[in-house]
């Protein structure tokens, strides 16, 4: 599924979203099974987050959606597979993976985004009107710094206009029906978040990161206003 949304940036009309937000994650040198991807994709989220959460957490308090400072949260990149086992977090139906793992760094990045919300809230946040995002400061410098303020300015839009399908979809498996009916649910948001103009293409995943980025920005960068205090997590 492929979305067409218009976007009025011309910074993000050249974005391609694919290789912005790391949608595709080459496992396996077949045809490609989305929902097999998908559970991949899920085991490292959550594997490779959960060992190394204050270092993770320290990388993302000092990154915006274009730049991923791994030197200054000391992580030494080229070394990370490595040193943190994550080639272990790819192992499906115990068969380990044959090809090699790649993603860049921007979608490290909203994966663990992803894994840091989920962690924070085991439950969709109530009283989540009351919580406020944390202002962005960018790294990013020099010519694309509109853009990655633009998709910052995108991702914080969704979680303030839909947080609850926006939590909804980072709770549903990857490459599934289920994924791309709560991306699906998200469209009003994303229109509401952007100025008609040029068309970007929109897939189920990138949206997911969208939603991710902006979650951690408001409910785990974020917090409460001063006159309220946090309540335990929603119930089903």
């Known amino acids: 599924m492929a979305l067409g949304v218009p976007f009025g940036s011309p910074a993000l009309a050249q974005v391609?979203?694919?290789i912005q937000l790391g949608s595709k994650i080459p496992v396996r040198p077949e045809k490609p099974d989305p929902v097999k991807?998908?559970?991949?994709?899920?085991?490292?989220?959550s594997c490779a987050y959960g060992p190394h959460?204050?270092?993770?957490?320290?990388?993302?308090?000092?990154?915006?959606?274009?730049?991923v400072d791994f030197e200054g949260a000391g992580i030494e990149e080229s070394k990370m597979f490595r040193q943190w086992n994550i080639r272990e977090c790819f192992v499906m139906q115990g068969d380990a993976v044959q090809s090699s793992i790649s993603f860049s760094p921007s979608a490290f990045r909203y994966m663990m985004l992803e894994a840091a919300y989920l962690r924070a809230h085991?439950?969709?946040?109530?009283?989540?009107?009351?919580?406020?995002?944390?202002p962005r400061e960018y790294v990013t410098t020099g010519e694309m710094l509109p853009t990655a303020k633009a998709l910052g300015i995108m991702s914080d839009c969704i979680a303030s206009q839909d947080p609850v399908n926006a939590d909804k979809l980072l709770r549903t498996a990857s490459g599934t029906k289920a994924e791309k009916e709560?991306?699906?649910a998200l469209v009003p948001a994303l229109s509401a978040c952007i100025v008609a103009g040029q068309q970007l293409q929109?897939?189920?995943a990138n949206i997911r990161g969208f939603a991710a980025d902006g979650m951690w920005q408001r409910f785990v960068a974020g917090a409460p206003t001063a006159s309220q205090t946090p309540l335990p997590e929603a119930q089903d």
Do not use: C, F, H, M
Request: negative net charge.
């Open 53 to 67: 959460q204050k270092q993770i957490d320290g990388l993302l308090a000092i990154s915006d959606p274009l730049t």
């Open 37 to 45: 991807d998908g559970l991949v994709r899920d085991r490292y989220v």
């Open 122 to 134: 085991t439950k969709t946040p109530v009283n989540y009107e009351n919580w406020v995002a944390k």
């Open 16 to 18: 391609d979203p694919d």
């Open 182 to 184: 709560a991306a699906v």
């Open 202 to 204: 929109l897939k189920p």
